[in-house]
């Protein structure tokens, strides 16, 4: 890859990494991630990954710009308010890096769209606030072969694995099926610090960056448990269930089923 | 020193830290093992860095060498990629 002289500026500080160099950066350059919401994770997530120079990034969501989502979602603003969150997110990293393709894809992710919407990147990021797009994408990613770095925040507390099917566990080898509805609180009900997002997705653009170079230990067959209050970081090892419904010898769900019916009070 | 005929020259002259690092890295990464190097800079400080970082990444400095009252010549052997 030959850069420019604005390039070889903006990605100074990376190229003089032994880990990293002109050949890691071409790499950055020519990765293709697509983000699963462009909130609380997304924002940082994308915002990160656009620094960093990924060449393209795609952005999945459905929702317009509120002034509840201003306490945390930062590539969002008092003058994007109404605007498609993917809009507004994609002006954000753009203005950041116009070397980015930021690709806008406003629509809901459902078993007929996902796994044509993910096929033509590398790596998956899910930052959605949900249990059903949960599944659903690592049932997609897993069925489809595509790396997974999943998030989730809750009050002062946030999660982050990495799943590459084939090398290891997925989300159903940690939680086999869905909890049922109304048991765990969603981040409307239960709240969230506004700066946990920032530090969970700084970790999930981390693990990207770390897939993407092929360098370092990502989070396989391991969960990183943070808790903000006690500023603690817990690994808990999640080994490969062999019987897991999805990703095990025998699997039970071989295409894409209706989440949401399995989930009713979010239909 | 004379005696070592680098496979590739570049004159970073005028350029500061760590663009001078920068720009000897790209050139290095480049080429093949076991292929010289030769930099010629005006940075004092590169004079130093350069060769520095260039080991803590694996590969040799064959030689430092001061030309003149602002110029530097280094000489490094590519060691891995």
């Known amino acids: 890859m030959d850069f420019t002289d604005d390039q070889l500026q903006r990605y100074s500080r990376h190229i003089i990494l032994p880990e990293v160099g002109g050949k890691g950066q071409a790499k950055i350059a020519s990765a293709k991630v697509v983000l699963i919401g462009a909130g609380g994770l997304g924002c940082p997530v994308g915002y990160y990954l656009a620094a960093a120079g990924v060449g393209t990034i795609g952005l ?208 | 020193m004379t005696d070592i005929q680098p496979d590739r020259k570049i004159n970073i002259k005028g350029l500061v830290c760590p663009y001078t690092f920068v720009k000897a890295k790209l050139a290095i990464e480049s080429m093949e093992i076991g292929q010289v190097l030769e930099i010629l800079l005006d940075y004092e400080e590169a004079s130093r860095s350069i060769p520095k970082s260039m080991e803590d990444h694996g590969h040799t400095v064959l030689g430092i060498s001061k030309l003149n009252e602002t110029d530097w010549v280094l000489l490094i052997r590519k060691e891995k990629d």
């Open chain 1, 60 to 267: 999945i969501d459905n929702d317009t710009v509120e002034m509840s989502n201003l306490q945390r979602q930062i590539a969002h603003s008092v003058n994007t308010i109404g605007m498609p969150k993917v809009e507004s997110a994609a002006r954000t990293f753009t203005a950041l890096n116009p070397d980015v393709n930021v690709v806008k894809i406003q629509t809901r992710l459902s078993r007929d769209n996902i796994l044509d919407l993910i096929k033509d990147y590398d790596i998956v990021v899910d930052g959605s606030d949900n249990f059903p797009t949960r599944y659903l994408v690592n049932d997609a990613c897993v069925l489809s072969g595509k790396p997974l770095v999943s998030g989730a925040i809750l009050r002062f507390e946030g999660q982050v694995t990495t799943i590459v099917p084939g090398e290891g566990h997925c989300y159903r080898c940690l939680f086999e099926e869905m909890p049922p509805a109304g048991l765990v609180p969603s981040c409307q009900e239960a709240g969230v610090l506004g700066v946990l997002p920032g530090v969970i997705g700084g970790l999930q653009a981390t693990e990207v960056l770390k897939l993407i170079l092929g360098k370092g230990e990502p989070l396989k067959n391991t969960l990183l448990i943070y808790d903000a209050l006690k500023t603690n970081f817990r690994k808990v090892r999640v080994p490969k269930n062999p019987d897991c419904p999805v990703c095990g010898g025998h699997p039970t769900i071989t295409e894409l089923a209706d989440y949401d019916q399995q989930y009713c009070s979010l239909s």
